[in-house]
């Protein structure tokens, strides 16, 4: 019999896709679930012709596959996948491969790295981006761990990824939870980015642009150096029917977001680190927020009286701020990941990441491109270095000011604009006035502060 080269467990939307992609790409595959429904809904595709088989059965499933083994896990995030790893260590033989494909914790990764390594197994903790339709098709991937462990998949992951200008959407990304970092902070950067978007079709509405005219606005930014596949997504709802027949789904969606937590690990971690992202911690606040509704419909007031803005104007002003929120957000996320590189010993290449999210992963878009280009040419680390973006940075943070402007000015909340623009305002001033907070601190707990003009640390004894 035939045996597969790989495995998969986990056959819900996410898992069927994969295993049909890397079916697709000539590899014999094997997938797992122990619900038989799933089983059956992978068995309606045309097995044969994918040289694909389906089992409940994980002794079945394991000796399905070639040796060395190679198994990745599409299960939730979780205790799930240590019950899963539990379950397969008594039926696997040294040098069989682990790979998990969830949002796992990058700590959790780390912790079944060690423990599997010990058992003489490998892991790899891989972030896999780009949704169902990702997986079908051509998913952005992160592999983390050992580069050994990396090797034995590298193969399969290069066929099955999204390519951008024939390059594979895949490259190892360093040491033990590189891989899940580099996936969460991706998450955050998402948030980011859909939160800017967000506050930007509030305003259009705000000032009493319909969906159809903020849907011609995205679809002529996606045009143009904004290209990327949140702003497409974003037209193409703006123009969605509701099926209920009551005008346009998107005016009938409660505003009330939910997260799974990996925008949430993104800030907490950047806070442990102590490294400024403040427009991914505002995007995450923005969703806790949204989340009081019934506290929101009671404290609600009458906004200023607005004043009469005209499209083309508002347009010009949505394109540069959204340009100048997308690359801070990629500034603040790419500088996280550098930072946490060194902290962790991850090893990881930027450059590396820059090029894998290209294509097939969520926050995806042309500027990502450019950014490449950058980080190759110069040997920079944060974006605000970047002689390509710093003209364009300028130029573009003149509509984010002006936004930010309108906003507030309308007490309309425009918080991850803001926070993005206060980044970029902080980053460019030489003075700070946290002088006066190192004052206050040292008046009332006498923690010192180090003066401009002698080294040294001092006291005073201040008084009122
Ligand atoms: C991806 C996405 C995905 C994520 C969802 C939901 O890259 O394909 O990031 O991994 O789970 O976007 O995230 P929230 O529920 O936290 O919004």
Request: charged share 20%; glycine share 10%.
């Amino acid at each position: 019999m035939n045996k597969s080269s790989f495995g998969l467990i986990g056959l819900g939307v996410m898992g069927r896709n994969l295993l049909l992609n890397v079916a697709d790409h000539g590899f014999r595959v094997s997938g797992l679930d122990l619900d038989p429904k799933q089983v059956s809904a992978m068995q309606s595709e045309r097995l044969e012709e994918h040289k694909l088989e389906a089992f409940t059965s994980t002794d079945d499933f394991i000796r399905s596959l070639s040796s060395p083994r190679t198994i990745m896990l599409l299960v939730p995030a979780g205790t799930i996948v240590d019950q899963v790893i539990e379950s397969l260590i008594p039926k696997l033989d040294k040098g069989d491969l682990i790979i998990d494909g969830g949002n796992s914790h990058f700590l959790d990764t780390e912790r079944r790295e060690q423990f599997l390594n010990s058992k003489g197994l490998l892991f790899l903790g891989t972030g896999v981006s780009g949704g169902a339709q990702g997986a079908r098709k051509g998913p952005s991937i992160m592999p983390g761990g050992a580069l050994e462990a990396y090797k034995q998949v590298a193969p399969i992951f290069e066929a099955i990824s999204a390519k951008y200008q024939g390059e594979s959407c895949v490259s190892y990304v360093g040491r033990a939870g590189a891989g899940n970092y580099v996936k969460m902070v991706h998450n955050g950067i998402e948030y980011a980015i859909m939160q800017s978007i967000a506050e930007v079709y509030a305003l259009f509405r705000s000032f009493g642009f319909s969906n159809a005219e903020i849907k011609l606005a995205f679809e002529s930014f996606q045009k143009g150096r904004l290209s990327s596949f949140l702003i497409e997504i974003t037209a193409a709802i703006l123009g969605t029917k509701d099926p209920e027949g009551r005008g346009e789904l998107i005016d009938n969606i409660l505003d009330k977001a939910k997260q799974k937590g990996t925008g949430k690990w993104t800030s907490q971690n950047a806070m442990d680190l102590g490294i400024a992202i403040p427009s991914i911690d505002m995007a995450v606040s923005q969703r806790a927020l949204s989340a009081l509704k019934e506290l929101r419909l009671q404290l609600s007031e009458n906004k200023a009286q607005l004043e009469t803005i005209d499209f083309n104007t508002l347009s010009k002003q949505a394109e540069k701020a959204l340009y100048a929120s997308f690359a801070i957000a990629y500034g603040q996320g790419l500088h996280q990941i550098s930072e946490a590189s060194k902290v962790y010993d991850y090893q990881i290449d930027l450059l590396s990441v820059i090029k894998l999210w290209r294509g097939g992963c969520i926050i995806q878009s042309e500027m990502l491109g450019d950014l490449a280009v950058s980080f190759e040419k110069e040997a920079i680390e944060h974006i605000f270095e970047s002689s390509h973006f710093k003209p364009t940075l300028k130029e573009t943070l003149e509509g984010l000011r002006e936004l930010v402007l309108l906003g507030t000015k309308h007490a309309l909340p425009v918080g991850t604009l803001s926070s993005s623009l206060s980044y970029y305002d902080a980053l460019h001033s030489s003075e700070l006035p946290v002088n006066l907070v190192q004052a206050q601190r040292d008046f009332f707990g006498s923690h010192t502060f180090e003066r401009k003009d002698q080294p040294g640390i001092f006291h005073h004894d201040w008084s009122l």
